[in-house]
């Protein structure tokens, strides 16, 4: 018999690449896994979403009943939003909620995906986990949370803690979380994607990079510029072209004008082309990057790099998870350029394993059915190779130099 809906939060359909890598990696992972499961995803950006992750799972639907709700309540004391959130989900009564909120009492899971966003950052996000803790109590759904990213740790939370009680499995990216909240250190959920990321096609030899500049601290975007500057001046000087990749549009474009004297229009790479074409990874390039799903792809793929921290708490933790897997990239804290490392770090000969650790993890949440032999329908076949396919080589764009 078939359970119920498989129910996904995250922040996806900003967009920003690392979350939509994720999200995207467990719709495939479903698809081949579970391809007759009716599975929602519960994102900030629903209209986006849907077609960023179009064909992904046959039977993908979209929604923002969580988020909605936490940001209708993002303004409020955080005990005050809780009461109001476990209201609205338990009792219903608003006409704007209440075919979303029934929906989720349909559900057999509910799985906060990964990513770094229940954190001091954005404590009201606190909300989502108070919203699933609601529903469990209504109908004993199963909760989930993988790969979470928790640190700088929440000291203003709801009064519920321990935040995670009654959650059948529960992750943390990073020691420092897992050592927070007492729950298992794992692996970022992009892990779960990474293989198959790396395989759809070689970057051209060159120097990488993405400085952000969002969530950054107070004067800290300026030295990151000068840091990317110093890494490119360099490479010109050795006869190595640069190439500017962008996360999340417009936040990453700042740095890019800054740059534009030193790498052409030509060979900046638009979030757009990195999603439909794949991140261009080798082991011939280096990096220089803020973004930490830029680090642990590349890294993986053997690159080297430099990882360069933008706000101290979150940024650091984040990036010291990879230095701790082996990525091998010193991390830039101050203004001062590291340089490239000369040896590329282990982590590349470790991804197999840490692929088939997050691939367990995921089994073990979404064990196959009965009767299912977990490959996928003919239907479903053919709209998930649709959507993954790609050039078997993963070129820069048209014209680039």
């Given amino acids: 018999m078939q359970p119920g809906p498989i129910y996904l939060i995250g922040p996806s359909g900003n967009p920003n690449f690392g ?7 467990w719709l495939k992972y479903l698809a081949a896994e579970r391809p007759d499961a009716d599975v929602w995803l519960d994102c900030p950006q629903p209209g986006l979403a849907q077609i960023l992750f179009e064909g992904l799972h046959p039977r993908l ?3 923002n009943t969580l988020w909605r709700l936490v940001h209708d309540t993002a303004d409020m004391p955080l005990d005050a939003a809780a009461e109001t959130i476990r209201a609205r989900v338990t009792g ?37 986990v108070v919203a699933m803790r609601a529903v469990h109590g209504l109908t004993g759904a ?27 499995h529960v992750t943390a990216r990073d020691e420092a979380g897992a050592t927070a909240y007492g729950i298992t250190q794992g692996l970022d959920d992009a892990f779960l994607g990474a293989a198959d990321e790396i395989a759809r096609g070689a970057a051209e030899p060159g120097l990488y990079v993405c400085i952000q500049s969002d969530t950054a601290d107070p004067e800290r975007f300026e030295a990151a ?55 261009p990874l080798s082991e011939n390039q280096t990096w220089v990057t803020s973004r930490f799903h830029f680090h642990l ?7 080297r790099g430099v990882a360069v921290g933008m706000k101290k708490g979150y940024y650091d933790v984040k990036h010291e998870s990879l230095t701790a897997l082996g990525s091998g990239w010193p991390l830039a804290l101050d203004s001062d350029y590291p340089g490239i490392p000369q040896q590329r770090g282990s982590l590349r000969d470790a991804l197999p394993a840490l692929v088939a650790q997050k691939r367990a993890e995921a089994g073990g949440i979404y064990p196959p059915l ?20 790609a050039p078997l080589r993963n070129k820069i764009r048209p014209g680039a130099r």
Avoid: C
């Fill in 142 to 168: 199963r909760l989930i949370a993988t790969g979470q990213g928790l640190m700088p740790l929440l000291t203003s939370a709801p009064a519920e803690m321990p935040l995670f009680q009654g959650f059948t």
């Fill in 225 to 279: 510029v000068n840091i990317a500057r110093d890494a490119v001046e360099k490479a010109a000087g050795e006869g190595t072209k640069a190439y500017y990749v962008e996360a999340i549009p417009g936040a990453d474009r700042a740095a890019y004008d800054r740059l534009a004297d030193l790498i052409p229009e030509a060979r900046f790479l638009p979030f757009l082309h990195i999603w439909e074409h794949g991140l």
């Fill in 370 to 389: 009965t009767g299912q032999t977990g490959s996928l329908t003919a239907g479903a076949a053919k709209l998930f190779n649709k959507a993954v396919a």
């Fill in 19 to 25: 979350d939509e890598f994720i999200a995207a990696a």
């Fill in 61 to 63: 639907r979209v929604t």
């Fill in 92 to 128: 219903l009564g608003s006409p704007s909620y209440d075919l979303g909120l029934l929906k989720l009492r349909e559900a057999e899971s509910l799985h906060l995906i990964g990513g770094g966003f229940i954190n001091e950052n954005w404590s009201h996000h606190a909300g989502l």
């Fill in 297 to 303: 792809l590349a890294a993986a793929a053997g690159a």
